[in-house]
Nanobody, 125 residues
């Protein structure tokens, strides 16, 4: 599975961005997809995840109510709509696929086998 994350950029606090994660190769739409982020000097952390069918989603507490993860399996693409962005959301955002599970979303990055290259989100105050 090859993953391409896109949609990052510079946005003011309170603004919105939509990140996309396009999968190619061994179909990424078969598996759970997660979004993670890593800020400078910090460890990578789970942001959100979605099952193959899209019926199961999980979010980190710090994004609940602000971020929405979704997928379009016909396009092999997973999205995360980010709203009410805060300066502390500034990070490189990565998408990843967990080929172990189909419907169970794991928060631990260790479970994810394939990773995209990351897209930078910068939120100015």
């Amino acid at each position: 599975v090859q993953l391409q994350a896109s949609g990052g950029g510079l946005v003011q606090a309170g603004g919105s961005l939509r990140l996309s994660c396009a999968a190619s190769g061994r179909s990424g739409s078969r598996y759970v997809t997660g979004w993670f982020r890593q800020a400078p000097g910090k460890e990578r952390e789970f942001v959100a995840g979605i099952s193959r069918s899209g019926t199961t989603t999980k979010y980190a507490d710090f994004v609940k109510g602000r971020f929405t993860v979704s997928r379009d399996n016909a396009k092999n693409t997973v999205y995360v709509q980010m709203s009410s962005l805060k300066p502390e959301d500034t990070a490189v955002y990565y998408c990843a696929v967990d080929t172990t599970y189909i419907e169970y979303v794991v928060r631990d990055a260790v479970s994810y086998d394939y990773w995209g290259q990351g897209t930078l989100v910068t939120v100015s105050s």
